[in-house]
């Protein structure tokens, strides 16, 4: 599943930069007390950080019956959406993570059908649980999507689309079910629009 808390230290960090050179810092609270959406505006750029995501905004449809994952023990957020633009460059991802009683062979039968629309559609497999995105310094400047790792392990990732483009469906076995995340990855340099 894709990592929330990586991704959150990273973009907090992100944040805290942001942040020393802000112009203003808007945060809104949930019904708990807790930081439901962050805006931070700076003569640099701005971040924008929505707990609460729409899987639509991932591009890619929930699996029928599944249900959003709960938080549970793990201090780990179940959605994002993170906007960091700047004049230098901008990213902007969607993650979201569901459970299903079906087992993965039909998840992946689903979205391999549905991702179709994307591009070409991408199996790769890990052992870890953490989404990583390489960019295409790592990729020889090509936008062509690659597996990650050794493609070994039982956490399954369908990608489509181009490096700084792409969505991502990762499903992992869990108990008689999975485990499912839905992400989307939107990357732009200075000349390119998010």
Not at 115 to 126: D, I, T
Request: hydrophobic fraction near 30%; include cysteine; proline fraction near 4%.
């Amino acid at each position: 599943m894709p990592n929330f808390s990586q991704l959150s230290k990273a973009l907090a960090s992100a944040a805290l930069l942001f942040a020393l050179t802000a112009c203003s810092v808007n945060v809104k609270k949930n019904e708990e007390g807790g930081d439901k959406n962050v805006d931070i505006k700076t003569p640099f750029g701005g971040i924008q950080v929505n707990k609460d995501a729409d899987v639509r905004d991932t591009g890619l449809p929930v699996y029928p019956g599944a249900k959003p994952k709960q938080k549970g023990d793990s201090p780990d957020e179940r959605s994002a959406n993170v906007d960091i633009s700047t004049s230098a460059f901008g990213l902007k991802v969607v993650a979201v993570e569901y459970e299903s009683e079906d087992t993965p062979a039909k998840l992946i039968a689903f979205y391999q059908d549905r991702m179709k629309q994307f591009g070409k559609v991408l199996e790769c497999h890990s052992s870890g649980h953490n989404y990583n995105y390489r960019g295409n310094q790592h990729n020889n400047g090509s936008e062509e999507l690659k597996c990650d790792g050794d493609n070994n392990g039982s956490t399954i990732e369908l990608k489509a689309g181009t490096e700084s483009n792409q969505h991502i469906v990762s499903i992992k076995p869990s108990g008689k079910g999975s485990d499912l995340g839905l992400v989307y990855v939107r990357v732009r340099g200075k000349e390119g629009t998010i």
